[in-house]
Structure formats: C-alpha cells, structure tokens
C-alpha cells in the first residue's frame, strides 16, 4: 500500500564517526561542495540500497523511498509495485527497513513528510476504458473532478486537483502502461496486462506523524476505512442516461452532454463549436433553444453506469477488502 514515502531526520547522528560509517555504508559520495550536501543520486541503480535515495545535509537526514518497490527488491531483486502488496507486508518491509538502518539510525523514529497509500487491480479491458468513466469523488461538501492530467497524459492518468495547495490528491493511472515504459525491454513480458492503479498521495499530511506511527494497527484500521470511503463510496461515475420515451435523438443526446457538462458547460461547447465553423449560426440558436426546453428534464431520467464502471466498483471493493483480511490486526 504505502509508496512514495518522504521522511525527515533531525540531526541523526551523534557523532562525527558515525555519521561517516553511514556515509560509507550507503555510498554518500557524491556532494555539493557549496551546501555541503551528500547524496546517493549518482549510483546506477541504487541496488545496495534497495532502491532507497538518501540525501544529507549538515543537519538533516532525507529519505525517500517505495515501501512496496523495497519489499520486492529485497525478495526479487527487482524494484517494483505493480503486484500486491498488503499491510501485513508492509510491517514485515518495515522491519527489514528498520534492521537495515539500526546500526546507524532509528527510522521509525523519522517524521512523515509525504506519503502514498495506493493498490492495483487488474481489469478485464484496457484500464484506459475504464479511467474515462471516473467523474467526481464527493468529499463531504466538496465536489472533486476528476479529469485527465495534462502533466503526465502519456501514463493515462487522472486525478483531483493537484494545485500547490491541495494537501491530498486522488490519482488513478494505467499501471501497465506506465511500468512498461520505465522498465527495460528484458522486463516487459513480466509486467501483467491491464493493471489499474489508484491511490491516495499525501503531499503535505495533515497529521504530524513518526514513521512506526503507519504500521500501528489503529492507524492502519483508519486508513483503511478512509481509502474504503473516499474510493468506494464517495466515488462517482460519469454514468449513462436512459433515453426518455418521445425524445428525439438529437434531444437525448444534447441531454447527455447536459449530463456531463451542465447546462452552461453545454451551452459553451456549442459556442465552440459554432466560432470553429463545425455549426452554422441558425443550427446554433436552435440548439440552445433545445438545451433550454429539455435541461428541466435532466432530474427525472433514470441514470445507470456501464459495465466498466461496474467492474471498476467491484474490483475496488473487493481489494479494500483483501487488505483489511491481511492487515495483522
């Protein structure tokens, strides 16, 4: 579950010996010698690291890392998390982490600057039939789109808001897709067809946290209610709208568009359309004269989702409920 993981320690070391065995330990060679920075970025696969990027300062520790990728990297040699990954692994990566650290430092002891909390599925179909039928999740008061990401559009990835002060973004992305294209051409044939990833990115928690603190059972108990809650249930699908007996076609699918855009938004594709010459001026100012007769009718159609939203609804719930099985409560 857990990937993309920031933490911070605070003057890590207590001397100057051992803060220079941990350098060699974990091959800190490269430095900036202005700001007196060590990191690991240099090293070609990270490999005696297990794929964990460290980066030191004069008084401060960062590591980075996927909790998910570390597991199979310790069991495979391989990183990667397009697999499973439940919580009860998690504490068992955890533990490896926290041995391997020990002689130098306490990680479980680090503060929790970022993390992720995300799962895989696999669809039936490409999951990129299944992304464009994510609409909103209804977040307490709060409606969140969800739209597809200019920024990472070559993965097939969609999500809430990522502006610079959203605490928590809502990411769902074709695994498949983007585990192939990072991986080298020896590696693609192991990577399964049509893995859907979604996932929870805390960019900045809103709880101030140590790192043992994720691995409590209490705290899993909770983040496993809220993934339930946010993906399961306030999750909602774009959906389609059972054609009303005497409307036209043209009618029903203006109110589809209606559906998906609101009233306004539709009236503003067909403005688009007309400046880009795709309509004439009369078909224009007819059509919205429909969109104005038919949008009151909108509330009283029977809506249904299609079989891929369905799907995705199920496979989400049934992974909830795989890692609340094995979560070691």
């Known amino acids: 579950m857990y990937d993309n993981i920031r933490l911070l320690l605070k003057n890590p070391f207590t001397d100057n010996q051992t803060r220079d065995a941990f350098c060699t330990r974990f091959e800190l060679e490269t430095k900036n010698e202005k700001l007196n920075i060590y990191h690991n970025k240099g090293c070609s696969n990270l490999s005696q690291n297990k794929g964990i990027f460290l980066k030191l300062t004069e008084n401060n ?50 503060t929790v600057k970022e993390y992720e909390v995300g799962a895989n599925v696999i669809t039936s179909e490409n999951p990129e039939l299944y992304l464009k039928e994510l609409k909103q999740m209804n977040v307490y008061t709060k409606v969140l789109r969800i739209e597809e990401d200019i920024y990472y559009k070559e993965y097939q990835q969609y999500g809430t808001n990522r502006d610079k002060d959203k605490r928590i973004i809502y990411i769902f992305y074709n695994k498949t897709f983007e585990a192939r294209s990072k991986a080298k051409e020896a590696d693609r044939s ?13 960019r900045r928690p809103v709880e ?22 946010r993906f399961a249930n306030d999750l909602e699908y774009k959906g389609i709208l059972k054609k009303p007996e005497n409307m036209t076609k043209t009618e029903y699918n203006l109110l589809c568009l209606i559906h998906e855009k609101g009233a306004d938004g539709a009236k503003a594709h067909l403005k688009n359309d007309l400046y880009n010459g795709i309509i004439k001026k009369s078909c224009y100012y007819e059509t919205l004269r429909i969109i104005d007769k038919i949008s009151g009718v909108l509330p009283t159609v029977e809506i249904t989702v299609t079989r891929h939203a369905a799907e995705l609804n199920n496979l989400i719930i049934s992974k909830i409920n795989f890692f609340h099985k094995y979560c070691l409560f």
Do not use: C, W
């Open 61 to 110: 520790l960062t590591i980075r890392l996927s909790l998910h990728k570390f597991y199979n990297y310790d069991l495979y040699g391989k990183p990667f998390n397009y697999n499973d990954f439940s919580f009860k692994d998690a504490k068992k990566a955890a533990e490896k982490l926290r041995q391997m650290f020990e002689p130098y430092i306490d990680i479980m002891q680090a």
């Open 190 to 202: 192991n990577i399964p067809e049509n893995v859907l990833r979604f996932e929870k990115d805390n």
């Open 208 to 229: 101030k946290i140590k790192f043992k603190r994720m691995f409590e059972n209490d705290f899993i108990q909770l983040t496993i209610k809220e993934f339930k809650q």
